[in-house]
């Protein structure tokens, strides 16, 4: 089925593990993003990338790391994980047109840090 | 830089108009959005608007751009408790990612 999958929809990891959020879009969109979202801050980005090995920081980088090896994929890694970093992820891929960016979203993944 | 200012919360009674505003800062704007959330859903566009536009109505929905003051608004007619969600202006200027608001909450009283 065309669209963008997030895996896992849950997780729960103990503070200091390494846990990584996958993403996986099947349109071939050259733009995809990941936000986080929390009460009270609405969604946040924290990294982008515009294509296959071009990544960039977003608005709340420090703690996570990005890589785009094949278009379809952008997994999020904590590589330490804090509690702090307890949210809900959202994955999204776009493609800019003349509309501008329609960014497609993801169900989630919801982390919880213990 | 940028910033997208929204009202937290709304309550409407069904039937009744619900209008949720949105103010933003960057005045390069080219696109202006309005996301709708679903309980344990993700994002999914319901619709936006050019900078160079005053208004656009897509069926219940209406969407009005005031360039000058940097608002946004989003009207929606007949309010149903289906239209019970998170709503979330966001902002995109040149190629620069879509940058959200923290979004209103929307309650229907049936």
């Known amino acids: 089925d065309a669209g963008i999958t997030q895996s896992p929809r849950y997780k729960i990891t103990e503070t200091g593990r390494q846990v990584t959020l996958m993403c996986h879009q099947t349109?071939?969109?050259?733009?995809m993003f990941w936000y986080r979202q929390d009460l009270g801050h609405g969604l946040r980005l924290i990294y982008y990338?515009?294509?296959?090995?071009?990544?960039d920081k977003g608005e709340v980088p420090d703690g996570y790391v990005v890589s785009r090896s094949k278009t379809e994929n952008f997994p999020l890694t904590l590589e330490s994980a804090t509690r702090s970093q307890t949210s809900v992820y959202f994955c999204?891929?776009?493609?800019?047109?003349?509309?501008?960016?329609?960014?497609?979203f993801g169900q989630g993944t919801r982390l919880t840090v213990v | 830089g940028e910033d997208v200012e929204q009202s937290l919360f709304l309550s409407v009674r069904e039937g009744d108009s619900s209008v949720i505003n949105c103010t933003y800062t960057?005045?390069?704007?080219?696109?202006l959005y309005w996301y709708k959330q679903e309980p344990g859903a993700g994002l999914q566009l319901l619709t936006y608007?050019?900078?160079?536009?005053d208004m656009k109505q897509d069926q219940r929905l209406t969407v009005l751009l005031n360039k000058k003051d940097k608002h946004l608004s989003l009207r929606i007619a007949d309010t149903q408790t289906g239209d019970s969600a998170i709503y979330f202006c966001?902002?995109?200027?040149?190629?620069?990612?879509?940058?959200f608001g923290k979004g209103t909450r929307l309650s229907v009283i049936a």
């Open positions: 999204a891929s776009s493609e800019f047109r003349d509309r501008g960016t329609e960014a497609f």
């Open positions: 608007i050019f900078s160079n536009m």
């Open positions: 349109w071939s969109h050259s733009y």
């Open positions: 960057d005045s390069s704007s080219t696109y």
């Open positions: 966001a902002e995109m200027g040149g190629n620069t990612p879509l940058v």
């Open positions: 990338s515009a294509a296959a090995d071009i990544t």
